[in-house]
């Protein structure tokens, strides 16, 4: 059964980095042709889409965070990151990991989340 | 960028039905995922490419998709389905969420 585990810093400095690794187990990052995301929930408000990257690499971005967002992928230890620049209390939440699933009928895209990380809460305070 | 909008609330009665609508400009033409959330738990996908159904999810919870407009229906509403409920949508090359809706059961 495929799982993923959030890990990091519970607080960071404002202006600061905020770096996070998701743990994949139950399957290789590398297998089929999965993408995996990361996805942000401020404290009582709804998701944001952060980011997205392959298992060789290939990233795309929530255009509203691009400039500050860098995703990797260490596939020998089926593990994915996220680090996130310049942060500030606006960037307070919960954030999860999730494989992201993706289809092709014509010329229309589906992409779905599933399964996700437990969530790893993340505050921006001095 | 694109927009996925959801009423804040909904309400319904045990054992009944259940809609919550999630509108965006042409959303007929892509494909839509809903998940579920309850308080204090990751999003469970729910349904899926308009549709379907992930293995485990109850039959009745179902998807519908046209025009401006993607409704999750929950059959025979019961009190565990209480929850937060995302669309969400795949639009240039990004991932959009709706708002959220509060399905209460009362």
């Known amino acids: 059964q495929l799982q993923l585990q959030e890990s990091g810093p519970g607080l960071v400095k404002p202006s600061e980095t905020l770096s996070l690794t998701c743990t994949v187990s139950?399957?290789?990052?590398?297998?089929?042709?999965?993408?995996w995301g990361w996805i942000r929930q401020p404290p009582g408000k709804g998701l944001q889409w952060i980011g997205s990257?392959?298992?060789?690499?290939?990233?795309y971005y929530n255009p509203s965070l691009k400039s500050r967002v860098t995703i990797l992928v260490d596939t020998s230890k089926n593990q994915f990151s996220l680090k996130l620049s310049s942060v500030t209390a606006a960037d307070t939440a919960v954030y999860y990991c999730?494989?992201?699933?993706?289809?092709?009928?014509?010329?229309?895209?589906?992409?779905?989340?599933?399964?996700w990380g437990q969530g790893t809460l993340v505050t921006v305070s001095s | 960028s694109y927009e996925l909008t959801q009423p804040p609330s909904v309400s319904v009665s045990p054992g009944q039905t259940a809609s919550i609508t999630c509108s965006g400009d042409k959303l007929g033409d892509k494909y839509v995922c809903w998940y579920q959330q309850k308080p204090g738990q990751s999003p469970v996908l729910v349904i899926y490419q308009d549709t379907k159904r992930p293995s485990g999810i109850p039959e009745r919870f179902s998807g519908s998709n046209s025009g401006n407009t993607a409704t999750l229906t929950i059959s025979g509403t019961q009190a565990m389905d209480e929850a937060d409920y995302y669309c969400?949508?795949?639009?240039?090359?990004?991932?959009?969420f709706g708002g959220g809706t509060k399905l209460t059961v009362l």
């Open positions: 999730a494989r992201t699933s993706s289809t092709i009928v014509g010329a229309t895209t589906a992409h779905w989340f599933d399964p």
């Open positions: 139950g399957d290789s990052i590398s297998s089929n042709s999965y993408y």
């Open positions: 990257i392959s298992s060789s690499g290939s990233t």
């Open positions: 969400q949508a795949w639009d240039s090359s990004t991932e959009v």
